[in-house]
C-alpha cells in the first residue's frame, strides 16, 4: 500500500507541475519533458568552450533549463531564455540554454526540462585542437521532405565522424510555413541533437505564406547564433572550429531592402572587421547566393555565355575575400554543383580562392537550366541528383568532397597550405 502512495504522490507532483507523468522516462526523478520539440544543438563561437541549445514548445514553459554533465559528473544547469514568434495566427515558443566554461575535447551529455519534466539525455563532443570533418548540405527546399530526410540520414550514417552539420540557405521553401520548419527538423534528427548545426540563411527564408517578402522573423528566432556585434544578430556571423575560422554571411541584401537598406553596407564594414580579426589558419565564407551569372539552356541571354559574368553581389564582396586571403566561398540557390577554378581579382588564378557551388539537397530541382560557365572546373553528373559535401581539415589542408546519395564520390578539391 505504502508503495502505491508513493506512485499516487510522485504523479500528484508531476500533474501540479505542469508534466504528464511517463513511467518510460529513463529518470524516475522527473516526468518526460513532453512540451519539448525539435531539441538541438546550435554553433557558437568556439566550439571548444560552449554550446548553445534550443528547442521549441506549442506553449509557455515555467522555468525553462539545459541540464550537461561530463559522463557519470556532476549536474550543472543553465537557465534557458525565451523568445516566441506567430505564424498564421500560431505562437510558437522557443528556447535557448547557453552552456559556457566547458572542458575542450570533452564528451558530455546534455537534456532539456523545465519544472519537474526532463528530456532523455543526450550526446554533445565538445572541441579540441586537431583534425576533424564537417558536412554541408546544399538548398533542401521541398515540396515533400521525404528525399531530404534520407539524404541527411545517409550522409550522417556515412559520417558518424563529423563534427558539425551547415545547411547552405533555402532550408525551407517558405519561411512562414510551420509545417515545412517541422518536416525540416524532423529530418535531420537525431543528428541534429547529436552535433551543432551551423545555419545560412537563404531567400525562401524571407517568404510569408501569401509569398510576399516578410521580415524573415522564424528563422531568426529559430537559430540562435554567435553575436556579431551589429543590431543584426542571427543574419551573418562567424566561428571558429579547430583552426578553420567560418565567416556566414546574409546574401539577401535585395530581399531585406525594405526593412534594412543599409544592410549590405553595414555587413561589408563587419565582415572586413571579422576577417581582419581572426588568427585562423583557414577562413571559410559561407552565403547562400552564388558569385556568378549563368545562362540559360533554352532560353534567351541578355549576355555572352562564353563570358565569366559576377553578379552585383560578388562585385562588392570578391575584393575583400581577394584582400584577406579566404580560402574557400561556399555558395548555394542555383542548385547545381559547380566548383570554380581559384579565382582572384575576378580572373583565374591558381593562388586565388577556391569556389564552390554546393548543388541540391531538396526536391526542388532544375534539370538542365543551366549552361556551362567558362569558370567551372567540375560539376556534377547531369541531369543532377541530390549531393552533399565533406570538408576534411587536417593540419595542411582543407578537402572538400562531393557526394551522391548512393554515397559515390564525385568530385574532390583540396587547397594546401603549409604557413601556420
Ligand atoms: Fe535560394
Not at 4 to 12: D, E, G, Q
Not at 249 to 270: K, R
Not at 299 to 305: A, Y
Amino acid at each position: 500500500m505504502k508503495k502505491y502512495l508513493k506512485y499516487l504522490i510522485v504523479m500528484a507532483v508531476f500533474l501540479a507541475a505542469g508534466c504528464a507523468f511517463n513511467a518510460a522516462t529513463a529518470d524516475k526523478n522527473f516526468a518526460a519533458a513532453d512540451e519539448v520539440t525539435h531539441l538541438r544543438q546550435v554553433i557558437t563561437a568556439d566550439s571548444s568552450t560552449s554550446r548553445t541549445i534550443m528547442w521549441q514548445a506549442d506553449e509557455a514553459l515555467k522555468e525553462p533549463l539545459a541540464e550537461y554533465r561530463t559522463d557519470g559528473g556532476e549536474i550543472k544547469t543553465a537557465a534557458a531564455e525565451a523568445a516566441d514568434f506567430t505564424v498564421d495566427g500560431r505562437k510558437i515558443y522557443v528556447y535557448t540554454a547557453k552552456l559556457t566554461g566547458l572542458e575542450a575535447g570533452t564528451s558530455y551529455q546534455y537534456r532539456a526540462g523545465y519544472e519537474a519534466c526532463r528530456t532523455d539525455w543526450q550526446t554533445m563532443q565538445t572541441a579540441s585542437s586537431g583534425d576533424f570533418k564537417a558536412l554541408i548540405f546544399p538548398d533542401s527546399q521541398s515540396s515533400d521532405y521525404s528525399g531530404w530526410h534520407k539524404l541527411a540520414d545517409t550522409a550522417y550514417a556515412n559520417n558518424k565522424d563529423a563534427a558539425f552539420f551547415i545547411n547552405m540557405g533555402d532550408l525551407v521553401d517558405n519561411g512562414y510555413d510551420l509545417s515545412q520548419w517541422n518536416a525540416w527538423f524532423s529530418s535531420v534528427e537525431p543528428m541534429i541533437a547529436n552535433i551543432p548545426f551551423a545555419p545560412v540563411m537563404g531567400n525562401h527564408e524571407t517568404y510569408t505564406l501569401d509569398w510576399q517578402v516578410g521580415y524573415p522573423t522564424p528563422y531568426l528566432t529559430l537559430f540562435n547564433l554567435p553575436a556579431n556585434g551589429s543590431e543584426n544578430t542571427n543574419q551573418y556571423y562567424s566561428f571558429d572550429y579547430n583552426g578553420v575560422h567560418f565567416t556566414v554571411l546574409n546574401s539577401q541584401t535585395d530581399e531585406m531592402a525594405e526593412f534594412n537598406p543599409n544592410l549590405m553596407a553595414q555587413q561589408l564594414e563587419w565582415l572586413r572587421n571579422d576577417l581582419a580579426a581572426t588568427g585562423a589558419k583557414w577562413k571559410v565564407v559561407l552565403m547562400h547566393k552564388d558569385i556568378l551569372r549563368y545562362a540559360f539552356t533554352d532560353r534567351p541571354n541578355s549576355f555572352d555565355p562564353a563570358t565569366v559574368q559576377f553578379t552585383p553581389w560578388a562585385q562588392q564582396l570578391m575584393p575583400v575575400f581577394d584582400e584577406f586571403n579566404v580560402d574557400a566561398v561556399l555558395t548555394a540557390h542555383l542548385h547545381t554543383y559547380r566548383r570554380r577554378v581559384p579565382l582572384k581579382n575576378f580572373a583565374a588564378d591558381s593562388s586565388g580562392t577556391t569556389y564552390i557551388l554546393t548543388g541540391v539537397a531538396g526536391s526542388v530541382r532544375y534539370a538542365n537550366l543551366w549552361q556551362r560557365n567558362p569558370a567551372d572546373a567540375a560539376l556534377a553528373p547531369q541531369p543532377e541528383d541530390a549531393n552533399y559535401l565533406t570538408l576534411e581539415k587536417t593540419d595542411n589542408a582543407l578537402t572538400f568532397k562531393a557526394w551522391l546519395p548512393d554515397g559515390t564520390e564525385f568530385d574532390s578539391v583540396t587547397i594546401t597550405k603549409e604557413r601556420s
